[in-house]
Protein backbone atom coordinates (compact mmCIF):
# COMPACT_ATOMS: atom_id res chain seq x y z
CA UNK A 1 0.00 0.00 0.00
CA UNK A 2 1.07 3.35 -0.77
CA UNK A 3 1.75 6.65 1.12
CA UNK A 4 -1.31 8.22 -0.93
CA UNK A 5 -3.49 5.40 -0.45
CA UNK A 6 -2.45 5.53 3.94
CA UNK A 7 -3.57 8.74 3.83
CA UNK A 8 -6.76 8.88 2.04
CA UNK A 9 -7.77 5.72 4.24
CA UNK A 10 -6.76 7.83 7.46
CA UNK A 11 -8.67 10.91 6.18
CA UNK A 12 -11.76 8.69 4.99
CA UNK A 13 -11.79 7.17 8.57
CA UNK A 14 -11.88 10.45 10.44
CA UNK A 15 -14.35 11.58 7.90
CA UNK A 16 -16.90 8.99 8.79
CA UNK A 17 -16.30 9.13 12.59
CA UNK A 18 -15.79 12.29 13.85
CA UNK A 19 -14.95 11.14 17.48
CA UNK A 20 -12.41 8.78 16.14
CA UNK A 21 -10.72 12.12 14.77
CA UNK A 22 -10.70 13.90 17.72
CA UNK A 23 -9.49 10.86 19.90
CA UNK A 24 -6.45 11.13 17.47
CA UNK A 25 -6.23 15.07 18.53
CA UNK A 26 -5.97 13.84 22.01
CA UNK A 27 -9.22 15.12 22.67
CA UNK A 28 -11.55 12.71 24.68
CA UNK A 29 -15.10 12.57 23.77
CA UNK A 30 -17.63 10.81 26.15
CA UNK A 31 -20.32 9.90 23.82
CA UNK A 32 -22.99 9.72 26.51
CA UNK A 33 -22.33 12.78 27.52
CA UNK A 34 -22.35 14.95 24.53
CA UNK A 35 -25.84 13.10 23.79
CA UNK A 36 -27.38 13.84 27.40
CA UNK A 37 -25.75 17.54 27.29
CA UNK A 38 -25.96 18.44 23.67
CA UNK A 39 -28.28 16.05 21.86
CA UNK A 40 -31.30 15.50 24.19
CA UNK A 41 -31.95 19.91 24.19
CA UNK A 42 -31.68 19.77 21.25
CA UNK A 43 -34.69 17.24 20.25
CA UNK A 44 -36.26 18.29 22.95
CA UNK A 45 -36.62 22.13 21.16
CA UNK A 46 -37.32 20.60 17.85
CA UNK A 47 -40.23 17.90 19.19
CA UNK A 48 -41.60 21.08 21.18
CA UNK A 49 -41.78 23.85 18.10
CA UNK A 50 -43.65 20.83 16.23
CA UNK A 51 -45.76 20.64 18.83
CA UNK A 52 -46.37 24.09 18.95
CA UNK A 53 -46.54 24.67 15.27
CA UNK A 54 -49.14 21.62 15.23
CA UNK A 55 -51.54 23.03 17.97
CA UNK A 56 -51.02 26.78 16.33
CA UNK A 57 -52.65 26.06 13.14
CA UNK A 58 -55.88 24.56 15.13
CA UNK A 59 -56.66 27.20 17.61
CA UNK A 60 -58.17 30.31 16.16
CA UNK A 61 -58.78 33.36 18.11
CA UNK A 62 -60.58 36.89 17.68
CA UNK A 63 -57.67 38.22 15.70
CA UNK A 64 -56.74 35.07 13.64
CA UNK A 65 -54.64 32.03 14.01
CA UNK A 66 -52.94 31.68 17.04
CA UNK A 67 -49.47 32.19 16.06
CA UNK A 68 -46.48 29.36 15.21
CA UNK A 69 -42.79 29.29 15.36
CA UNK A 70 -42.76 31.08 12.15
CA UNK A 71 -44.86 33.96 12.39
CA UNK A 72 -43.16 34.65 15.93
CA UNK A 73 -39.50 34.78 14.82
CA UNK A 74 -41.18 37.28 11.70
CA UNK A 75 -41.69 39.24 14.48
CA UNK A 76 -38.57 39.14 16.49
CA UNK A 77 -36.83 40.50 12.71
CA UNK A 78 -39.80 42.98 12.98
CA UNK A 79 -39.06 44.50 16.66
CA UNK A 80 -35.60 44.73 15.20
CA UNK A 81 -36.11 46.93 12.65
CA UNK A 82 -37.90 48.89 14.62
CA UNK A 83 -35.86 49.24 17.31
CA UNK A 84 -33.10 50.60 14.58
CA UNK A 85 -35.84 53.09 12.46
CA UNK A 86 -36.46 54.18 15.86
CA UNK A 87 -32.75 55.13 16.70
CA UNK A 88 -31.79 56.47 13.74
CA UNK A 89 -35.47 59.00 13.98
CA UNK A 90 -33.19 59.68 17.15
CA UNK A 91 -29.72 60.60 15.54
CA UNK A 92 -31.40 62.44 12.91
CA UNK A 93 -33.37 64.81 15.46
CA UNK A 94 -29.89 65.44 17.31
CA UNK A 95 -28.22 66.30 14.31
CA UNK A 96 -31.25 69.21 13.61
CA UNK A 97 -30.55 70.36 16.91
CA UNK A 98 -27.33 70.56 16.56
CA UNK A 99 -27.34 72.92 13.32
CA UNK A 100 -29.97 74.92 14.42
CA UNK A 101 -28.25 75.18 17.60
CA UNK A 102 -25.01 76.29 15.48
CA UNK A 103 -27.25 78.49 13.29
CA UNK A 104 -28.50 80.58 16.14
CA UNK A 105 -24.92 80.75 18.16
CA UNK A 106 -23.14 82.20 14.48
CA UNK A 107 -26.14 84.77 14.69
CA UNK A 108 -26.06 85.26 18.52
CA UNK A 109 -22.92 84.61 20.30
CA UNK A 110 -24.29 85.07 23.80
CA UNK A 111 -26.99 82.20 22.71
CA UNK A 112 -26.99 79.27 25.20
CA UNK A 113 -27.47 75.93 23.26
CA UNK A 114 -30.25 74.01 24.37
CA UNK A 115 -30.70 70.07 23.56
CA UNK A 116 -33.91 68.50 24.00
CA UNK A 117 -34.58 64.97 24.82
CA UNK A 118 -35.78 62.73 22.17
CA UNK A 119 -39.46 61.97 22.98
CA UNK A 120 -40.14 58.80 20.42
CA UNK A 121 -41.61 55.58 21.94
CA UNK A 122 -39.77 52.96 23.53
CA UNK A 123 -38.91 50.44 21.31
CA UNK A 124 -38.56 46.59 22.83
CA UNK A 125 -35.49 46.26 22.95
CA UNK A 126 -35.55 49.68 25.14
CA UNK A 127 -38.10 47.88 27.34
CA UNK A 128 -35.94 45.11 28.11
CA UNK A 129 -33.58 47.13 29.71
CA UNK A 130 -36.37 49.43 31.40
CA UNK A 131 -36.98 45.53 33.02
CA UNK A 132 -33.89 44.62 33.44
CA UNK A 133 -33.10 47.91 35.54
CA UNK A 134 -36.02 47.89 37.16
CA UNK A 135 -35.76 44.10 38.23
CA UNK A 136 -32.48 44.60 39.48
CA UNK A 137 -33.07 47.60 41.56
CA UNK A 138 -35.73 46.48 43.07
CA UNK A 139 -33.48 42.72 43.80
CA UNK A 140 -30.44 45.12 45.21
CA UNK A 141 -32.77 47.21 47.88
CA UNK A 142 -34.14 43.71 48.81
CA UNK A 143 -30.97 42.37 49.01
CA UNK A 144 -29.34 45.40 51.24
CA UNK A 145 -32.44 44.87 53.67
CA UNK A 146 -32.80 40.93 54.16
CA UNK A 147 -29.29 39.36 54.32
CA UNK A 148 -28.71 41.69 57.23
CA UNK A 149 -32.28 41.13 58.95
CA UNK A 150 -32.21 37.52 57.79
CA UNK A 151 -28.16 37.09 59.69
CA UNK A 152 -29.97 38.61 63.01
CA UNK A 153 -32.88 36.97 63.22
CA UNK A 154 -30.57 33.44 62.71
CA UNK A 155 -28.46 34.30 65.45
CA UNK A 156 -31.31 35.71 67.89
CA UNK A 157 -33.94 33.37 68.74
CA UNK A 158 -35.48 35.63 70.54
CA UNK A 159 -35.63 37.91 67.55
CA UNK A 160 -36.43 35.30 65.45
CA UNK A 161 -39.44 34.32 67.30
CA UNK A 162 -40.77 37.95 67.28
CA UNK A 163 -40.26 38.22 63.03
CA UNK A 164 -41.18 35.10 61.84
CA UNK A 165 -44.78 36.05 62.54
CA UNK A 166 -44.55 38.89 60.39
CA UNK A 167 -42.88 37.02 57.77
CA UNK A 168 -44.88 34.25 57.37
CA UNK A 169 -47.96 36.78 57.16
CA UNK A 170 -46.61 38.92 54.34
CA UNK A 171 -44.48 36.15 52.69
CA UNK A 172 -47.31 34.67 50.36
CA UNK A 173 -49.22 38.21 49.23
CA UNK A 174 -49.29 39.01 45.56
CA UNK A 175 -47.54 41.79 43.92
CA UNK A 176 -51.02 42.81 42.99
CA UNK A 177 -52.16 43.33 46.38
CA UNK A 178 -49.18 45.44 47.20
CA UNK A 179 -48.97 47.71 44.01
CA UNK A 180 -52.01 49.67 45.19
CA UNK A 181 -50.59 50.69 48.31
CA UNK A 182 -46.67 51.40 46.98
CA UNK A 183 -49.08 53.82 44.87
CA UNK A 184 -50.59 55.84 47.20
CA UNK A 185 -47.44 56.18 49.35
CA UNK A 186 -45.14 56.98 46.46
CA UNK A 187 -47.60 59.45 45.10
CA UNK A 188 -47.94 61.11 49.04
CA UNK A 189 -44.64 60.97 49.54
CA UNK A 190 -42.61 61.72 46.20
CA UNK A 191 -43.55 64.89 45.06
CA UNK A 192 -41.59 66.86 43.08
CA UNK A 193 -42.08 69.17 40.08
CA UNK A 194 -38.30 67.92 38.21
CA UNK A 195 -38.23 64.08 39.48
CA UNK A 196 -35.31 62.44 38.83
CA UNK A 197 -37.30 58.77 38.26
CA UNK A 198 -40.33 58.27 37.01
CA UNK A 199 -43.23 57.27 39.47
CA UNK A 200 -44.21 54.19 37.32
CA UNK A 201 -41.03 53.10 37.89
CA UNK A 202 -40.63 53.49 41.38
CA UNK A 203 -43.77 52.08 41.73
CA UNK A 204 -42.61 48.78 40.11
CA UNK A 205 -39.27 48.66 41.76
CA UNK A 206 -40.69 48.78 45.33
CA UNK A 207 -43.34 46.25 44.80
CA UNK A 208 -40.76 43.77 43.16
CA UNK A 209 -38.53 44.77 46.61
CA UNK A 210 -41.87 43.33 48.82
CA UNK A 211 -41.93 40.26 47.24
CA UNK A 212 -38.70 38.78 46.59
CA UNK A 213 -37.68 39.78 49.57
CA UNK A 214 -38.68 37.37 52.09
CA UNK A 215 -36.90 34.21 50.52
CA UNK A 216 -33.39 35.96 51.13
CA UNK A 217 -34.83 36.35 54.68
CA UNK A 218 -35.65 33.01 55.13
CA UNK A 219 -32.86 31.25 53.63
CA UNK A 220 -30.33 33.85 54.98
CA UNK A 221 -31.69 32.70 58.65
CA UNK A 222 -31.70 29.19 58.14
CA UNK A 223 -28.40 28.86 56.84
CA UNK A 224 -26.75 31.06 60.13
CA UNK A 225 -28.93 29.75 62.37
CA UNK A 226 -27.80 26.21 61.56
CA UNK A 227 -24.20 26.71 61.60
CA UNK A 228 -22.49 23.85 62.61
CA UNK A 229 -21.25 23.88 66.66
CA UNK A 230 -17.59 23.49 66.28
CA UNK A 231 -17.41 26.57 63.64
CA UNK A 232 -19.25 28.46 66.99
CA UNK A 233 -16.70 27.01 69.27
CA UNK A 234 -13.86 27.85 67.70
CA UNK A 235 -15.35 31.28 67.48
CA UNK A 236 -15.94 31.42 71.63
CA UNK A 237 -12.39 29.83 72.30
CA UNK A 238 -10.43 32.77 69.92
CA UNK A 239 -13.00 35.19 71.56
CA UNK A 240 -14.31 36.85 68.66
CA UNK A 241 -16.09 40.01 68.62
CA UNK A 242 -19.47 40.32 67.43
CA UNK A 243 -18.73 41.51 64.08
CA UNK A 244 -15.24 39.25 63.42
CA UNK A 245 -17.24 36.35 64.36
CA UNK A 246 -20.31 37.38 61.68
CA UNK A 247 -17.42 37.80 59.25
CA UNK A 248 -15.02 35.31 59.57
CA UNK A 249 -17.66 32.39 61.08
CA UNK A 250 -20.55 33.66 60.28
CA UNK A 251 -20.88 34.42 56.66
CA UNK A 252 -18.55 32.49 55.47
CA UNK A 253 -20.87 28.77 56.59
CA UNK A 254 -23.94 30.63 55.09
CA UNK A 255 -22.85 31.83 51.73
CA UNK A 256 -24.65 28.45 49.67
CA UNK A 257 -28.05 29.10 51.69
CA UNK A 258 -27.63 33.02 51.12
CA UNK A 259 -27.34 32.49 47.74
CA UNK A 260 -29.94 29.97 47.51
CA UNK A 261 -32.26 32.89 48.67
CA UNK A 262 -31.18 35.08 46.34
CA UNK A 263 -31.73 32.35 43.24
CA UNK A 264 -34.90 32.20 44.43
CA UNK A 265 -35.43 36.33 45.35
CA UNK A 266 -34.23 36.86 41.97
CA UNK A 267 -36.53 34.48 39.92
CA UNK A 268 -39.77 35.87 41.92
CA UNK A 269 -38.89 39.44 41.22
CA UNK A 270 -38.35 38.91 37.80
CA UNK A 271 -42.33 37.30 37.65
CA UNK A 272 -43.34 39.94 40.09
CA UNK A 273 -42.06 42.71 37.88
CA UNK A 274 -44.09 41.76 34.89
CA UNK A 275 -47.38 42.26 36.52
CA UNK A 276 -46.15 45.40 38.35
CA UNK A 277 -45.06 46.91 34.77
CA UNK A 278 -48.70 45.99 33.45
CA UNK A 279 -50.36 47.65 35.68
CA UNK A 280 -47.99 50.22 36.75
CA UNK A 281 -47.44 51.52 33.02
CA UNK A 282 -43.67 51.26 33.75
CA UNK A 283 -42.12 51.24 30.41
CA UNK A 284 -40.97 47.84 30.44
CA UNK A 285 -42.00 44.18 29.24
CA UNK A 286 -44.98 43.78 31.10
CA UNK A 287 -46.17 47.21 29.64
CA UNK A 288 -45.29 46.04 26.08
CA UNK A 289 -47.52 42.90 26.81
CA UNK A 290 -50.29 45.12 28.47
CA UNK A 291 -50.10 47.43 24.97
CA UNK A 292 -49.91 44.54 22.76
CA UNK A 293 -53.34 42.82 24.25
CA UNK A 294 -54.89 46.18 23.72
CA UNK A 295 -53.78 47.01 20.77
CA UNK A 296 -55.28 43.74 18.99
CA UNK A 297 -54.32 44.12 15.90
CA UNK A 298 -53.20 40.82 13.79
CA UNK A 299 -49.72 40.82 14.57
CA UNK A 300 -50.34 41.15 18.53
CA UNK A 301 -50.40 37.72 19.27
CA UNK A 302 -47.10 37.05 17.88
CA UNK A 303 -45.54 40.05 19.34
CA UNK A 304 -47.05 38.64 22.87
CA UNK A 305 -45.32 35.61 22.24
CA UNK A 306 -41.73 37.08 21.09
CA UNK A 307 -42.17 38.86 24.94
CA UNK A 308 -42.53 35.82 26.16
CA UNK A 309 -40.04 34.09 24.94
CA UNK A 310 -37.65 36.76 25.98
CA UNK A 311 -38.54 36.76 29.60
CA UNK A 312 -38.16 33.38 29.85
CA UNK A 313 -34.81 33.30 28.39
CA UNK A 314 -34.07 36.39 30.11
CA UNK A 315 -34.55 34.73 33.67
CA UNK A 316 -32.77 31.70 32.79
CA UNK A 317 -29.89 34.16 31.77
CA UNK A 318 -30.54 35.73 35.84
CA UNK A 319 -30.78 32.39 37.41
CA UNK A 320 -27.56 31.14 35.27
CA UNK A 321 -25.65 34.62 36.08
CA UNK A 322 -26.41 33.53 40.26
CA UNK A 323 -25.26 30.33 40.00
CA UNK A 324 -21.82 31.46 38.58
CA UNK A 325 -21.11 34.08 40.63
CA UNK A 326 -22.25 31.94 43.87
CA UNK A 327 -19.68 29.28 42.33
CA UNK A 328 -17.24 32.38 42.74
CA UNK A 329 -18.46 33.30 45.95
CA UNK A 330 -18.62 29.73 47.91
CA UNK A 331 -15.85 27.66 49.36
CA UNK A 332 -18.30 24.76 48.90
CA UNK A 333 -18.44 24.47 45.32
CA UNK A 334 -20.61 21.46 45.53
CA UNK A 335 -23.45 23.05 46.41
CA UNK A 336 -23.76 25.34 43.19
CA UNK A 337 -23.95 22.48 40.98
CA UNK A 338 -27.47 23.20 39.16
Not at 30 to 49: A, D, W, Y
Not at 275 to 304: C, H, T, Y
Amino acid sequence: MTDASVVSQSVNESKSSPLSFLAGLGITVNPGKVFSTVLMPIIGIVVFLLIWSGAARNIDTSLGKFPGPVAVWEQFGSLYREHVTEREKAEAFYQRQEKRNAARVAKDPDYVPKIRAYTGKETFLDQIVTSLVTVMSGFLLAALVAIPLGIAIGLNKTLNAAVNPIIQIFKPVSPLAWLPLVTMVVSALYISPDPLVAKSFLNSMITVMLCCLWPMVINTSVGVSSLDRDLINVSRVLRLPALKHVQKIVLPASVPMIFTGMRLSLGVAWMVLIAAEMLAQNPGLGKFVWDEFQNGSSNSLARIMVAVIVIGVIGFGLDRAMLAIQRFASWDKSKATH
